[in-house]
């Protein structure tokens, strides 16, 4: 049911908009065309059915789904999947999606991008309560395999406001084949598997996807409440067997040439803040770990370049997996270092003491995105942000 049709007299939106104001947008987008832009009015809007995104646009003319003016877009999802990602070159940006599902089981993704839905853009929006609110995979069509490419997803926030209670994975983001997906500049917290395994991640890459980026986001395994198993960022996660979803069939190795950059990834105080599985050809530059178990590099198919990182806990080559370090700071308690980590502030007691990175090491502020070369970690000091600025961003938007 839709709330707030009141403005639909207030506020004109441009002519070449397809304005939406009803629950069922498959009935306005299912003959969308290149360069379409879907204007969705200021409401609560329940779905009927899985919004399907088939047409394809054009890397001059994108199909846009966005709010029609400023005023918050609220997207209910009662069943697997909220939209459905098939066409190329669509663009959502600053919708909110949340799972209101009687059974966590039945609430798995916000977004489905499948097979053939190549540079697909979801910037700037909230997903609350889903087990995996952006689902990535292949399809076989003609017994030829399709993964979706060159997908962005940036400057979103995606939590839960309780744990899943679910047997299924939870993992915010769950992509599986693919090459050149750039995760950026994310919020991702509170993703509790109660359970099964009760082991859980806040995104990974797997299933021999190559050349994939985490850069500048915030990963805060426990925030508003705890328990389970949970793991940051993963490049391979629990690995994926069957060569039907693999890319290229071939599942020996899980992600090639993934990079991890200027990420803070904190409080997954029962397993490691980054695990690499089978991950062949990491870069993990100047990230900032904390209250967690550290690194895990695992596998023969594992190897992992880590330069001026800083890691509370430890890095560990397991079953013959392969690393080398360059100038991080790691030590099993960094409670001197960051004497207020334990409330979300990062700032260090000496900040001299990070101002000694190696070069040559392609470098980017956690704060501004700007390149930098000095620092270890994710922040150039005095820092141009805070984590409880991110905090409270979010937590405004509730």
């Not at 003609?142 to 400057?155: K, N, R």
């Amino acid at each position: 049911m839709l709330i707030g049709l009141f403005l639909l007299g207030s506020s004109p939106a441009f002519a070449d908009e397809i304005l939406i104001a009803d629950d069922d947008f498959n009935k306005f987008i299912k003959n969308a065309q290149p360069g379409d832009v879907f204007a969705v009015y200021p409401g609560v809007y329940r779905l009927p059915s899985t919004v399907l995104l088939e047409a394809s646009g054009t890397k001059e003319n994108p199909i846009i789904i966005r709010p029609s003016t400023a005023g918050k877009v609220v997207i209910e999802v009662t069943r697997n999947i909220g939209f459905k990602v098939i066409g190329e070159h669509w663009i959502i940006e600053g919708l909110e999606f949340v799972g209101v599902c009687s059974n966590d089981s039945t609430c798995e993704h916000a977004f489905q991008i499948v097979g053939t839905a190549d540079h697909t853009t979801i910037r700037n929006s909230r997903m609350i309560d889903f087990n995996a609110a952006i689902k990535g995979n292949g399809q076989i069509i003609d017994e030829q395999q399709y993964f979706p490419d060159h997908v962005l997803i940036e400057g979103n926030q995606m939590f839960n406001r309780r744990p899943r209670q679910t047997g299924n994975p939870v993992t915010p983001i769950d992509v599986v084949g693919g090459r050149y997906w750039s995760i950026i500049n994310n919020f991702i917290a509170d993703f509790q598997k109660d359970g099964g395994n009760t082991i859980s991640y806040a995104a990974f890459l797997k299933g021999n996807s190559d050349n994939g980026l985490f850069e500048r986001n915030l990963v805060i395994c426990e925030w508003r409440h705890q328990g389970g198993t949970r793991l940051g960022l993963s490049l391979g996660g629990g690995g994926t067997t069957d060569p039907r979803y693999c890319q290229g069939r071939s599942c020996k190795i899980q992600h090639y040439k993934g990079t991890l950059k200027s990420n803070v990834i904190m409080n997954c105080p029962a397993d490691v803040g980054v695990y690499l599985n089978n991950a062949a050809s990491t870069r993990m530059i100047n990230n900032t770990i904390i209250n967690t178990k550290g690194v895990d590099v695992r596998f023969s198919g594992s190897f992992a370049l880590m330069a001026n990182n800083i890691i509370e806990g430890r890095i560990n080559g397991r079953d013959n997996g392969r690393f080398r370090e360059v100038n991080n700071i790691v030590e099993r308690d960094l409670s001197e270092f960051f004497p207020g980590k334990n409330n979300f502030d990062l700032s260090p007691y000496e900040p001299e003491e990070l101002m000694r990175a190696a070069r040559g090491y392609e470098g980017i502020d956690f704060c501004t995105g700007k390149p930098q070369e000095s620092w270890v970690g994710a922040f150039v000091e005095p820092a141009q942000c805070t984590i409880q600025q991110k905090l409270n961003e979010v937590t405004a938007k509730d």
